[in-house]
C-alpha cells in the first residue's frame, strides 16, 4: 500500500467516534486495492494508539465520570460523551468505586458475575451505595464486553488467536520448503531471551538478501509501527543472529518496506520458492553474540 492511501484511510477514521466501528465495506470501495483485514488491522491500531494518548486524562478525572455513574448516567452514555472505549471506561470505574487491584480487573470482566463482589469493600467510594451498586456494575461490564468492538477481552483474545495462526503459518510454510529451523519456544528453552519467533538452521537468501531469522506479526506495518513496535526489537535479533525478515501479514506501506535498514527485510507474505536461495553455511559476518 502507497503511503498516500493509508493517510487516506487513517484521516477518515480519525474523523469517527472512537465507538462507532467504521464502513469498513464503503471504505474498501474507496480503496479497492486494501484487503478488509488490513482496514481492521489499521483501524485496531488507530484505536488503540487513541486510547493511549486519552487514558491519563480519564484516569485523573475518574473522580468526576464516577458520581456521573452513581448519579444513575449509563456507561454507554459517559463512554460515548468522553470519547472513550466502554471497556476502558468500566475498567476505570470498577477500580475506582470498589476500589479493586489494576491486576484483578481483568479477571472480572472475564467473569463479572463470579469475580466481582457482591458488596462495595467498606473503605471503597462505592460503599454507601450498597449491593445495588455491585449488580448494577455486574450487568454494565457483561453489556461493555458483548458491545466493546475496541477494547474488550474477546478483541485481545482474537488478537492473540490470529497471532497463533500466523505463527503456525509461517511453520507450514517453511517445512513445506524444506528449510530447516527452530521456533522460539524451543530458543526459549535452551535459555535464550528476546528471540525471534524463528531463527533458521542454516540461512537463506531471499530476492538476494540474507536472512537467519523470520519474526510474523499478524498485523498492518505503517511507519509507527515499525519504529513504536519493531525498530529496537529487531535490531537487537540483528546484533545476535544477524540479518533476518519481518512478514507483516496483513501488509507494509511500500515506502516503508523500501526504507527498511539492509540488514530487516520487510514483506508481506512469505517469499515464493522461485524468490528464495538456500545457503550451504553462514555468511562469516553474520552473528554477533
Known sequence: MKLAAYESIRAHLLSLPCNVFPDMDALKKEHPGVSLDALISIYSQESARRIKASHGRHVRGIESLARRYLAGEDVFDIADFIDFPPCQLIRLLLEDLLHL??????????????????APPENSVGH??????????????????????????AVDTLRHTAGREYEDLLENRLRELGIPFVTESTMRME????????KLDLPIAVNGRIVNWI?????????????????????????????????????????V?????????LVDDFPNEGEITKLKMMPPTVGRE
Open 101 to 118: 487491584t489494576h491486576k484483578s480487573i481483568g479477571p472480572c470482566l472475564r467473569d463479572p458475575f463470579g469475580k466481582i463482589p457482591d
Open 191 to 198: 535459555g535464550h531471551a528476546k528471540t525471534p519467533d524463528i
Open 257 to 265: 518496506a523500501e526504507d527498511s535498514e539492509t540488514d530487516v527485510l
Open 128 to 153: 454507601a451505595h450498597g449491593p445495588a451498586l455491585c449488580a448494577r456494575l455486574k450487568q454494565d461490564v457483561e453489556r461493555c464486553v458483548q458491545w466493546d468492538h475496541v477494547a474488550s477481552p
Open 215 to 255: 519474526d510474523s506479526k499478524a498485523s498492518f506495518c505503517d511507519p509507527l509501527v515499525h519504529v513504536e513496535r519493531g525498530a529496537t526489537q529487531f535490531q537487537g535479533y540483528v546484533n545476535r543472529f544477524g540479518p533476518g525478515m519481518v512478514v507483516y501479514w496483513l501488509g507494509v506501506i511500500d515506502e
